[in-house]
């Protein structure tokens, strides 16, 4: 175990809290509150997937259960804020869907090209990144879904959890494309 290891662990351990929030009485928390911190909470799980990466790399601490952990930390937490917007009615149960399975099929795939010696063929591709790019937006967006002043974050997060959705489609179709073409 290393320092980007128990990053990625830490962000497992936020995602009982960011749904927990939504389950406390109104009394206790107003609504907006629930929004602002269940915000943080997935910025806070955000930063940590950027610092794991980038502590790992930098003092050179990549290790296999690095490898393993942070991709699982990362899906755990977009499948939990996922559903968790689906109870709030804050995005269809299709979109879910959609994003859900395209993870667990790229999962799939790249463990089933690892188990036959071509793990590089699905390496993580720009428009992989560009979709969780768009992802992490709009969910934070969706889970804030209180208007900034003048900016409207309900409408932001919906076209951007769209375009995730489209982009999710085209990133999976690249990857099985790359798998299929290679083998």
Do not use: C
Request: charged residues 15%; aromatic residues 10%.
């Amino acid at each position: 175990m290393n320092l980007p290891n128990y990053i990625s662990l830490f962000r497992i351990i936020l995602i009982p809290f960011l749904i927990l929030i939504f389950y406390l009485p109104h009394s206790v928390i107003g609504n907006f509150d629930k929004n602002l911190i269940a915000t943080g909470l997935f910025i806070v799980a955000g930063i940590s997937d950027w610092l794991d990466g980038f502590l790992a790399r930098k003092l050179k601490l990549e290790s296999k259960f690095g490898a393993f952990i942070d991709p699982v930390a990362d899906k755990l937490i977009v499948i939990a804020s996922l559903v968790l917007l689906v109870e709030l009615d804050r995005i269809s149960a299709l979109i879910a869907i959609i994003i859900i399975g395209r993870e667990v099929a790229v999962s799939a795939l790249r463990e089933w090209m690892a188990g036959i010696g071509s793990a590089g063929s699905v390496a993580v591709a720009f428009v992989g990144k560009l979709k969780t790019t768009i992802q992490f937006i709009a969910i934070t967006l969706l889970l804030y879904f209180e208007d900034i002043y003048l900016i409207p974050t309900r409408l932001l997060g919906e076209i951007a959890i769209n375009l995730a959705a489209i982009l999710t489609i085209i990133s999976m179709l690249y990857y099985l494309k790359k798998a299929f073409v290679r083998n």
